[in-house]
T-cell receptor, first 113, second 112 residues
Framework: GDSVTQMEGPVTLSEEAFLTINCTYTATGYPSLFWYVQYPGEGLQLLLKATKADDKGSNKGFEATYRKETTSFHLEKGSVQVSDSAVYFC????????????FGDGTTLTVKP | GAVVSQHPSRVICKSGTSVKIECRSLDFQATTMFWYRQFPKKSLMLMATSNEGSKATYEQGVEKDKFLINHASLTLSTLTVTSAHPEDSSFYICSIKGVGYTFGSGTRLTVV
């Protein structure tokens, strides 16, 4: 079956540091890949997505590239802010069954001033 | 994009009582919805697939009699946690098939 493996956290960075959160996946087909963000006490918000190999998703300074050869979708940001502190989830889903997702375990990011 | 509304956002109930959580599609006819559960500091696990006008499909290990799902209309699916116990305390969240990847805002259930 499908699975998503995320870099274990928690991750603590200073403001303006470079962020990488690793994500690899195992899939039986050709899924779309996603990063979601969850702020304390809130639901999930879609951060970015990529629907096919070599696509790059980007939003709010975050980027991730769909790498089929390494089955990866690592999240990066060049300069984090305190407001980026949240839990980040990597996920996969198939377009034919949109809404049904397989999630990684989540990575907690804390950014200190 | 479609908007998913979930209610209530937080609920505290006594052990042994039942709690109903609603997931509404505000601008999309949702024939299928998904219910997830998130344990503290853990990921989201799919509990069940809710189908309009028919029985829900439950994932392995999820008790059907414990977590009752009703999808009586194209805009509403409900999850009822029956005879709740403290171990049912969790964050429950829904999504809708076919509307991109929008999730409800979630419901924090605390059973005391």
């Amino acid at each position: 079956g499908d699975s998503v493996t995320q870099m274990e956290g928690p991750v603590t960075l200073s403001e303006e540091a470079f962020l990488t959160i690793n994500c690899t996946y195992t899939a039986t087909g050709y899924p779309s890949l996603f990063w979601y963000v969850q702020y304390p006490g809130e639901g999930l918000q879609l951060l970015l997505k990529a629907t096919k190999a070599d696509d790059k998703g980007s939003n709010k300074g975050f980027e991730a590239t769909y790498r089929k050869e390494t089955t990866s979708f690592h999240l990066e940001k060049g300069s984090v802010q305190v407001s980026d502190s949240a839990v980040y989830f990597c996920a996969l889903a198939y377009n034919t069954n949109a809404g049904k997702s397989t999630f990684g375990d989540g990575t907690t990011l804390t950014v200190k001033p | 994009g479609a908007v998913v509304s979930q209610h209530p956002s937080r609920v505290i109930c006594k052990s042994g009582t039942s709690v109903k959580i609603e997931c509404r599609s505000l601008d999309f006819q949702a024939t299928t919805m998904f219910w997830y559960r998130q344990f503290p500091k853990k990921s989201l696990m799919l509990m069940a697939t809710s189908n309009e006008g028919s029985k829900a499909t439950y994932e392995q290990g999820v008790e059907k009699d414990k977590f009752l799902i009703n999808h009586a209309s194209l805009t509403l699916s409900t999850l009822t946690v029956t005879s709740a116990h403290p171990e049912d305390s969790s964050f429950y969240i829904c999504s809708i098939k076919g509307v991109g990847y929008t999730f409800g805002s979630g419901t924090r259930l605390t059973v005391v």
